[in-house]
């Protein structure tokens, strides 16, 4: 298991901290799990809780439009991998959907702590031995380990896992095409050139640009 010490914080271009840890699908070492895809790393502050179960269904349900995408979808729950077992079971009864990608074991929060996915604005958020409960942390992993995005809700609030497909959409439309997405972009709607791609070479690469402002220069997808 990775230790909890981390010398400096998690940010956008941080390499994904590695960590070794059992799951509901057997032992995993995470890089080794990544391989050559894409991941989703997201926690849940406990086992059999309400909005936890929806999302972990609706996760289920969304798998394979990640996997289309060469997305691999990693949860973690601050419990043991027993008590996952038998969650999964209900999250099956409740939503219909069946979870099949494996479920990290966190019963001492270790890796809670290693991706500081930690509530520090209610003291009072903490189970039976007085440990604050984790977060609805979502990371989004590149295929060279490098943390693209880093989304945090509170405990309350369920997150949104369309939204969570739709970054994966826009950033690997950007990785591949050298463009930007402005705000609600959805796959199919017009993208934004990059400030870097400029002169002949925009042109040539989007001969249907359209430039609202010097800066501000819209194109479809070719093969969109």
């Given at each position: 298991?990775?230790?909890?010490?981390?010398?400096?914080?998690?940010?956008?271009?941080?390499?994904?901290?590695?960590?070794?840890?059992?799951?509901?699908?057997?032992?995993?070492?995470?890089?080794?799990?990544?391989?050559?895809?894409?991941?989703?790393?997201?926690?849940?502050?406990?086992?059999?809780?309400?909005?936890?179960?929806?999302?972990?269904?609706?996760?289920?349900?969304?798998?394979?439009?990640?996997?289309?995408?060469?997305?691999?979808?990693?949860?973690?729950?601050?419990?043991?991998?027993?008590?996952?077992?038998?969650?999964?079971?209900?999250?099956?009864?409740?939503?219909?959907?069946?979870?099949?990608?494996?479920?990290?074991?966190?019963?001492?929060?270790?890796?809670?702590?290693?991706?500081?996915?930690?509530?520090?604005?209610?003291?009072?958020?903490?189970?039976?031995?007085?440990?604050?409960?984790?977060?609805?942390?979502?990371?989004?992993?590149?295929?060279?380990?490098?943390?693209?995005?880093?989304?945090?809700?509170?405990?309350?609030?369920?997150?949104?896992?369309?939204?969570?497909?739709?970054?994966?959409?826009?950033?690997?439309?950007?990785?591949?095409?050298?463009?930007?997405?402005?705000?609600?972009?959805?796959?199919?709607?017009d993208v934004i050139v990059h400030p870097s791609v400029k002169g002949?070479?925009?042109?040539?690469?989007?001969?249907?640009?359209?430039?609202?402002?010097?800066?501000?220069?819209?194109?479809?997808?070719?093969?969109?």
């Open positions: 298991m990775a230790s909890a010490d981390r010398a400096t914080p998690l940010r956008l271009g941080s390499i994904a901290p590695n960590f070794q840890a059992e799951t509901t699908n057997g032992p995993i070492d995470l890089h080794e799990y990544i391989g050559d895809k894409w991941l989703v790393f997201f926690s849940h502050p406990e086992d059999y809780t309400p909005v936890c179960t929806t999302e972990l269904g609706e996760f289920a349900r969304l798998e394979p439009e990640f996997t289309k995408r060469g997305v691999k979808l990693l949860g973690l729950s601050a419990n043991t991998i027993g008590s996952h077992e038998g969650w999964i079971k209900d999250i099956k009864d409740v939503t219909g959907s069946q979870v099949s990608f494996p479920i990290v074991g966190d019963k001492e929060r270790k890796i809670a702590y290693l991706y500081d996915m930690l509530d520090y604005q209610d003291t009072t958020n903490v189970d039976e031995k007085g440990i604050a409960f984790t977060i609805r942390s979502v990371f989004v992993v590149d295929p060279k380990k490098v943390i693209r995005t880093i989304l945090s809700y509170p405990a309350s609030t369920g997150r949104n896992s369309a939204e969570v497909l739709r970054i994966v959409d826009s950033l690997q439309t950007g990785d591949k095409n050298k463009v930007t997405t402005p705000v609600n972009w959805v796959p199919g709607d002949e070479e925009a042109t040539k690469l989007f001969p249907n640009l359209r430039a609202v402002k010097p800066y501000l220069r819209f194109t479809p997808l070719p093969n969109a």
